[in-house]
């Protein structure tokens, strides 16, 4: 059984401050994969990331980090310098690797608003 | 547009219609999943499919759901005798497996509203 927890339900700040989304996952997998997705008001999930449960290296791009601990099961998800188009709800998701990908499950999802 | 495709975007239907989505993955992906979201939710796994053959289906899928993919390409879901409860939006997504799999790319949703 797969389970991804977002504890976050709605976050509120200024633009320019840093925020960070939390996500904790549960998988018996040894092998899985994580992902975020950010869904804007006009429904498309956007692809963000995918980490391998191997790699626990931090990951950086531009305004967006990611630190994986595997010791906590979290994957969480920090956006530096936040700015209005930041604005949308959030997505962590988890898919287990056995023979293949299998069914990506969800977590509830965070909705982040950046206000001006 | 190389990206998955769905239609229509929007369905209202009166309850007890049926209605039927359909998704157009991305050409070269043999892995073709559907999910609902409602409301203030994380989208729903329902079912998915490598190439024509449907692998998994989830026990939200009731009898009056049922999905294909009869060429491995296009896949269509079809929602019988609709419920209010069935008001949501339906996703596709593909995946290619070869390789090692890859990133899983999502359409932009089919809402349905039933009236």
């Known amino acids: 059984a797969q389970k991804v927890t977002q504890a976050q339900t709605e976050i509120s700040v200024v633009e320019k401050e840093d925020v960070t989304l939390d996500c904790v996952y549960e998988?018996?997998?040894?092998?899985?994969?994580l992902f975020w997705y950010k869904q804007p008001p006009s429904g498309e999930l956007v692809f963000l990331i995918r980490?391998?449960?191997?790699?626990?290296q931090n990951e950086i791009s531009g305004r967006y980090s990611w630190n994986f601990q595997k010791s906590t099961s979290s994957f969480n998800f920090t956006i530096t310098a936040s700015q209005v188009v930041d604005s949308a709800v959030y997505f962590c998701?988890?898919?287990?690797?056995?023979?293949?990908?299998?069914?990506?499950?969800f977590g509830t999802g965070t909705k982040l608003q950046v206000i001006p | 547009d190389t990206g998955v495709s769905q239609d229509p975007r929007h369905k209202i239907t009166k309850r007890g219609q049926n209605v039927t989505f359909r998704c157009d993955p991305i050409?070269?992906?043999?892995?073709l999943y559907w999910y609902r979201q409602t409301l203030g939710q994380g989208p729903e796994f329902l079912t998915y499919?490598?190439?024509?053959?449907?692998?998994?289906k989830s026990r939200l899928l009731s009898d009056r759901f049922s999905a294909e993919r009869p060429k491995g390409s296009f896949s269509t879901l079809e929602i019988q005798r609709t419920e209010q409860g069935d008001s949501a939006m339906y996703l596709c997504?593909?995946?290619?497996?070869?390789?090692?799999?890859?990133?899983?790319?999502f359409g932009e949703g089919s809402w349905l509203t039933v009236v």
């Open positions: 998701a988890l898919s287990g690797y056995s023979g293949g990908y299998q069914k990506v499950t």
């Open positions: 998988t018996r997998d040894t092998t899985y994969y």
């Open positions: 980490r391998n449960s191997f790699d626990e």
């Open positions: 050409s070269e992906h043999n892995r």
């Open positions: 499919f490598q190439n024509e053959a449907q692998l998994e």
């Open positions: 997504a593909s995946l290619s497996v070869q390789g090692g799999g890859n990133t899983i790319y």
